[in-house]
């Protein structure tokens, strides 16, 4: 057991995270609360999701916001519309979020740096426009009303205090999944071609291959997020997927430290106690997230997440000049 | 005029020059020898003031200590440079390539009007070629240009890289006749980093062979040529 | 029917005329600094919001016009020199500090001037030229003539101008300019303003046609910038074209789909662009040049 945390180690933040969540549902004591804690849990499995995007895969995407919406849409119709049952649904968004991030994550394979930003800029604006759109389907921009709460085996949770269980039950198996992931075989073949293409593509691995895998599975957990959130609130706008909340989510990962799962989760805390802090304006954490961002690409290039590794970098340098 | 004082350079945690010291007095070519990887590029970039490399030391140029200076502050100072590879500015034309080497004068219209016309006698192939965009000349024309852009803003040293890198040999001789005279005309102080070692010890008064960072060898050119150990690090190794 | 085609193409027109405008200051910035400003859409709304409000308290209608784009230019000036200095020479990192500026100042936008979307009231407010039966309100006269003033300008500054010559030379071959005694930063500067000042100035020009909101500025952004991929981001001067046929195109093809799906056409376009051909469909081929 010991030797499981030794070995992969983020798996110590997620077991963390998971006492984290349970003490908050212990003190908790109203429902508000745990729709809130709910939130939370979410927020902290789409930033974690979209953190293996730039941390592990070195890639941007700012259509991240819009594929969390295709699994809440997706879950939405298949649920009340088609009657499916709740799980189903779920496995069907985690599909969904993983073609869709596979399209968005297709131009990677060409395009670099800001002109990939751009691309997956406008994927995410053209799929937030036909939730807007497709009002048959999506009720448009006044959003998709009476979603069914989530039902599994006949057990219904309208209770929100049983929903936060759920949810933190699902977040967690998946974050000790990503965990798992990033230390294992695979992970470490990221991080080779993450440091260099060339020297990984003469190793024998396969950017491309490997690239499109981190989008996939980046895309199935944002769609189950996507699925967790719609039957939470029951009611989903298109508002709430758009643009400027996955440019909001970029500047969490990038404040967080771009490939720490810590960071991530710890963002993701701090911008739901912000919003719950200044309720009448909620764009204050936008605000600040925005101004992180900036502090953190002029003044400190890899993020709070990497503070540590800045210290010693100019440990050697003094010392090399004492040697001289 | 030009000295440099225990200069070291790094390219993170690679010592590329270690411990480098020079005079450049007043009309004197220095030539820069050594094999590849020997911090030839790396010293004239120092001296230029461009990073990487990131360096220690100190570079004194006319009683001012330049060592911290940024590359764009040195021309006005005296000091043109030019880099490895880099000739050019490929999509202006001849005319402009020589404009933006005269940018700084480009309020002294008279004074930048004549030093172009200086160059272009200087190099009257050019002259033919006013209009062209740079990128469509000969190599051995754009190393011209190179030279004629650098001179524009009249410098007291002008350190080059590899001037005879892929030009065939008449031009070359041409080049560098043209640089011999001036310095004699002139009183250009020139550092000159070549692979061609014949050729640099016969236009040079003063030659030093760098291996691996390290100053190996210096003295007069002319003594130099006859020195058998400059022969055994080229083809010995 | 001829006519209502005619009168889709000005409009088209038109509008495309802004997101020219709005393309080449992302142009203009990406010659410079090889980055993309982000907050290029953003700094339009806040022309557009800083005149109407400048309007709102009694100024002169031209005189707002003129002084929003010029005070934001001042402030984008402070900026770079303050902060973006730092980061000018690394184009990444750049960019992600303009994303981080993006979001603040939408969060600023929607502070200062609320939810609802606003327009500027110009004096021009329904006059129209009628040319042969064709309606073409001044408004929208003075967004061509903003967009043609713009490519004009940016002809003479790149070709003839002294500090154009150097702008090009530095995002030709950097380090030659340096040893040419020019300062990278001063042009990576000059350049980023000049950027916002465009943007501001279309912000301005657009208000009186069509109503702004604190959100309006990503999708103006992404039109602006598929304008300045389609004409090549090398080629400045070209966007202005970029966003007239980006503008036409958008407006026949509500002709064919519900106008709900209008704006998926520009970005769609943007996409396959960025796919295809990235360095753009009007610049001659030549190797893009940052």
Known sequence: MLGLFKKYKNLKIVLFFSL?????????????????????????????????????????????????????????????????????????????????????GAPSLKLRGHYLAMATLGVGEIIVILFQELDFLTGGVNGFVGIK????????????????????????????FLAIFVDSKIGRALRAIKSSEIAASSLGLNPSFYKLMVFGLSGAVAGSCGSLYAHLDRFISPSTFSV?????????????????????????????????????????????????????????????GNIGKIFPAKLERVKRSEAS | ??????????????????????????????????????????????????????????????????????????????IAVLLEGKRVFPGLSVADNLFIGGYTLRRRKKELKENIESVLELFPVLRERLNKRASVLSGGEQQMLAIARALISSPEILCLDEPSFGLGPKVVEAIFKTLDYLRKERGLSIVLVEQDAALALKFSDYSILMVSGSKKIEGRSKELINDKRLLNIYLGG | MIETLIQLLISGAVLGSIYGLIGVGFSV???????????????????????ISLTGADLPHFFAVIISPIVLTLFVVLLFRIFLTRVADDALYLVV???????????????????????????????????????????????????????????????????????????????????????P??????????????????????????????????????????????????????????????????????????????????????????????????????????
């Open chain 3, 29 to 51: 910035v990406h010659t410079a600094t090889g980055a993309i400003n982000f907050a290029q859409g953003e700094f339009a709304v806040l022309g557009a919001f800083l005149a």
């Open chain 3, 185 to 290: 930063a001063l042009y990576q500067g000059v350049a980023f303003a000049f950027g916002s000042l465009l943007g501001a100035f279309a912000g301005c020009l657009v208000a009186p046609v069509s109503m702004l909101s604190y959100n309006s500025g990503g999708l103006l952004g992404l039109k602006g910038f598929a304008s300045a991929i389609f004409a090549g981001l090398d080629r400045p001067e070209r966007a202005v074209f970029g966003g007239i046929i980006l503008g036409v195109i958008e407006s026949l093809v509500v002709l064919f789909v519900p106008s709900g799906f209008k704006d998926v056409v520009a970005l769609i376009v943007l996409l396959i662009v960025l796919t295809l051909k990235p360095e753009g469909f009007l610049s001659g081929g030549r190797k893009r040049l940052a």
């Open chain 2, 1 to 78: 005029m030009l000295e440099i004082k225990g200069l070291n350079a790094y390219y993170g945690h690679i010592k590329a020059v270690k411990d480098f010291s020079l005079r450049v007095k007043k009309g004197e070519i220095i030539a820069i020898l050594g094999p590849n990887g020997a911090g030839k590029t790396t010293l004239i970039r120092s001296i230029g003031g461009f990073s990487p490399p990131y360096t220690e030391g100190e570079i004194i140029f006319n009683g001012k200590n330049i060592t911290r200076l940024k590359p764009f502050e040195r021309l006005g100072l005296g």
């Open chain 1, 20 to 104: 984290l969540l349970v003490f908050a549902g212990l003190f908790l004591n109203n429902e508000y609360y745990f729709a809130t804690a709910s939130i939370f849990v979410i927020n902290s499995l789409l930033i974690t999701s979209l953190m293996m995007v730039i941390g592990y895969a070195g890639q941007i995407s700012l259509a991240h916001g819009a594929i969390y919406g295709i699994g809440a849409y997706t879950s939405a119709i298949l649920t009340t519309k088609l009657g499916a049952p709740f799980l189903l649904a779920l496995l069907a968004s985690a599909l969904a979020g993983f073609l869709v991030s596979l399209i968005v």
């Open chain 1, 149 to 176: 709460p989530a039902e599994i085996f006949g057990y219904s949770f309208v209770n929100l205090t049983e929903y936060y269980a759920l949810v933190s039950v699902i977040a967690v198996s998946i974050l000790a």
């Open chain 3, 97 to 183: 500090a303009t994303i981080a500026l993006s979001l603040m100042l939408k969060t600023l936008l929607l502070y200062f001037w609320g939810r609802e979307p606003i327009g500027l009231s110009s004096p021009f407010q329904g006059k129209t030229l009628n040319i042969a039966g064709l309606m073409l309100g001044y408004d929208q006269l003075l967004i061509i003539a903003g967009a043609l003033i713009a490519y004009i300008f940016l002809l003479f500054f790149f070709s003839k101008h002294p500090a154009g010559k150097a702008m090009k030379a530095v995002v030709e071959e950097k380090e030659i300019a340096m040893a040419s005694g020019l300062n």
């Open chain 1, 244 to 304: 400027s909340f996955s440019v909001m989510m970029v500047a969490m990962v990038i404040v967080g430290g771009e490939s720490s799962f810590a960071g991530s989760l710890a963002a993701a805390l701090i911008f739901s106690l912000l919003n719950e802090y200044v309720r009448q304006f909620q764009e204050l954490s936008q605000f600040l997230f925005g101004l992180g961002l900036f502090l953190v690409a002029i003044y400190m290039k890899g993020g709070i």
